[in-house]
């Protein structure tokens, strides 16, 4: 028999008490301890960019936004351009626009609310933002469920039914766990398990410092879990799309606000379409256009190919934004990956 799992909580802060990571935004838990809470700030522009980012990707664009815009205030008047260019390259570019939105309402309002039911009324922050923000900066004692928490949860409980029951099971389990006192070391003590032990592939049950309350690891296959259904293949896209080069300067464009990639820099090219390759279209000017290859970029729900090509250009220079070549930066990662093909003359 497993253990109970109201004593889970206090097993789970021993161990993260040795085995915190040791992270940019994060407070230790002995700073912690002497009652320092983290600058909400912080916490949650790390928020924001670690959904859908690996920790180490993250991390770096972290530390780069808090260099240039140390407070929420210097974020709040940074110009849009600027910040989408400092995003590029961590994706899912709606979260940019609302990394804006909100620090010009938290800087309007005079500072971050303090509890998860404020904060979830902030452009961009949802369930899992607004109680690890709570939690996080200001103790309150508020679950935050994400992909991570749901993986260890279903399988401390060996949840196999419908995955959106089972979902919100982990939420009420989680909630009714999360000690009054330590609700933010609860909450980092989580991520540090998904991360480091009860990880997607190869759970490390042998070094879990709560296996005892695991009923997957029980069974002998917790790497079965979750169990959820399959995901039906993306479908693939295809398009053309061109580096239109006049001496030393290339033609971009800036991308409608709504939309994929909204806001940010492109190259100039065709529509995307699903199925094969057509002919050529969307080229910004007549000319000699060669290809240089293919790029793929695979999106939330769709897959991309697009054949790249380059021209020189002959005639009036088209409307757009025209950028010396050397100072190009700030290109979303597929439109980054067709620029690395250009061939200088
Ligand atoms: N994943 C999501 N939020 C995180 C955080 N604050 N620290 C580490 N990993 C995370």
């Not at 909100?102 to 899992?128: H, N, S």
């Not at 060996?158 to 999360?178: F, M, N, Q, T, Y």
């Not at 609860?186 to 049950?205: H, Q, S, V, W």
């Amino acid at each position: 028999m497993s253990a109970k799992l109201n004593t889970l909580p206090d097993r789970l802060l021993d161990w993260y008490a040795v085995s915190a990571r040791d992270l940019p935004w994060r407070m230790g838990p002995a700073a912690r301890a002497t009652g320092e809470r983290p600058d909400p700030y912080r916490v949650w522009l790390a928020e924001i960019m670690l959904q859908q980012t690996t920790v180490p990707h993250g991390a770096r664009y972290f530390l780069a936004f808090t260099e240039r815009w140390p407070d929420v205030g210097a974020l709040a008047e940074a110009k849009d351009e600027e910040v989408m260019a400092a995003w590029a390259g961590l994706g899912y570019y709606a979260r940019a626009r609302n990394l804006l939105k909100c620090a010009r309402q938290v800087q309007a309002l005079g500072g971050f609310p303090k509890t998860a039911k404020e904060l979830i009324k902030l452009p961009g922050i949802g369930p899992y933002t607004a109680g690890a923000v709570a939690a996080l900066a200001f103790g309150e004692r508020a679950a935050a469920v994400d992909g991570n928490v749901e993986r260890v949860f279903s399988r401390l409980l060996a949840l196999s039914g419908p995955w959106d029951k089972a979902k919100a099971r982990i939420c009420r389990e989680v909630s009714a766990l999360v000690p009054a006192d330590r609700p933010a070391e609860f909450a980092e003590a989580l991520m540090d398990l998904g991360a480091t032990i009860c990880a997607p592939k190869r759970p490390n049950c042998l070094i879990c410092p709560v296996s005892e309350f695991c009923k997957a690891r029980e069974e002998g296959v917790p790497e079965r879990y979750p169990v959820k259904t399959k995901k039906k293949p993306k479908p693939h896209r295809t398009g053309h799309v061109f580096l239109l080069v006049d001496g030393d300067h290339i033609l971009l464009e800036r991308r409608p606000d709504k939309g994929l990639l909204g806001g940010m820099l492109g190259l100039p090219g065709s529509d995307w379409r699903e199925g094969e390759l057509g002919e050529m279209t969307g080229a910004p000017a007549r000319g000699d256009w060669r290809a240089l290859g293919e790029v793929r970029h695979v999106f939330t729900h769709f897959s991309l190919g697009l054949t790249v090509w380059q021209g020189t250009l002959d005639g009036d220079r088209p409307d757009g934004v025209w950028t010396q070549i050397e100072a190009v930066d700030g290109l979303p990662s597929v439109f980054a990956k067709a620029f690395a093909l250009l061939e200088r003359g």
